[in-house]
């Protein structure tokens, strides 16, 4: 079965999903098949796609996989530049998406991880790719979501005696202590006399 069939069975109706005709985008499906074929006990074919935006593809990928997935597109890919980490709270799992170009074939490719809410971890890829140092710890801080092994986990974005367990990235985050009304930057606007 093609990726491209695979795909909509699984994800028809997402809004997020808008794949892409075969023809036009022949160098991005060339690129998600030999993914699907060569990491396929890595990754989850019925939702991995090519978008309909040129030159994007996205690939979920089994959380504990990352690392063979990012080592894997490094050597056969020549992938080296990764873009940004960014988040996302999707009820009960999160979701981290690494985003990487592959210059080259001048294609943007997000690798998709989906946490649990219960466990939201999954291995870092620091030591492959240095420059996730701190979009990892952002992750973390921001969602919760826990890049295991990082090797130098620290505050990077909120106040050193921001509360523990409080994510304010996460839907079901209240600001219970009202932190953000506070804020010189999201609080109420000031009215001026």
């Given at each position: 079965?093609?990726?491209?069939?695979?795909?909509?069975?699984?994800?028809?109706?997402?809004?997020?999903?808008?794949?892409?005709?075969?023809?036009?985008?022949?160098?991005?499906?060339?690129?998600?098949?030999?993914?699907?074929?060569n990491l396929?006990?890595?990754?989850?074919?019925?939702?991995?796609?090519?978008?309909?935006?040129?030159?994007?593809?996205?690939?979920?990928?089994?959380?504990?996989?990352?690392?063979?997935?990012?080592?894997?597109?490094?050597?056969?890919?020549?992938?080296?530049?990764?873009?940004?980490?960014?988040?996302?709270?999707?009820?009960?799992?999160?979701?981290?998406?690494?985003?990487?170009?592959?210059?080259?074939?001048?294609?943007?490719i997000t690798?998709?991880?989906?946490?649990?809410?219960?466990?939201?971890?999954?291995?870092?890829?620091?030591?492959?790719?240095?420059?996730?140092?701190?979009?990892?710890?952002?992750?973390?801080?921001?969602?919760?979501?826990?890049?295991?092994?990082?090797?130098?986990?620290?505050?990077?974005?909120?106040?050193?005696?921001?509360?523990?367990?409080?994510y304010p990235?996460?839907?079901?985050?209240?600001?219970?202590?009202?932190?953000?009304?506070?804020?010189?930057?999201?609080?109420?606007?000031?009215?001026?006399?």
């Open positions: 079965m093609s990726p491209e069939k695979d795909q909509g069975q699984q994800t028809a109706g997402a809004p997020e999903y808008h794949p892409a005709p075969r023809e036009g985008h022949e160098t991005e499906y060339a690129i998600l098949e030999d993914i699907l074929t396929s006990g890595h990754v989850i074919p019925e939702r991995s796609y090519v978008h309909k935006q040129p030159r994007r593809v996205f690939v979920q990928v089994r959380p504990d996989s990352i690392r063979e997935v990012v080592k894997y597109m490094m050597e056969h890919h020549n992938m080296w530049q990764m873009s940004t980490l960014s988040g996302r709270d999707l009820g009960d799992d999160l979701q981290a998406c690494y985003h990487f170009f592959l210059n080259d074939k001048k294609v943007a690798f998709r991880l989906d946490v649990p809410r219960s466990r939201p971890e999954y291995p870092s890829i620091t030591d492959l790719f240095p420059a996730a140092e701190f979009v990892e710890n952002e992750i973390r801080e921001m969602f919760g979501i826990v890049p295991v092994g990082h090797p130098n986990p620290r505050r990077c974005e909120l106040p050193e005696n921001w509360p523990d367990g409080e990235l996460r839907k079901d985050w209240a600001d219970p202590r009202g932190l953000m009304e506070r804020s010189k930057t999201t609080g109420p606007r000031v009215t001026e006399e």
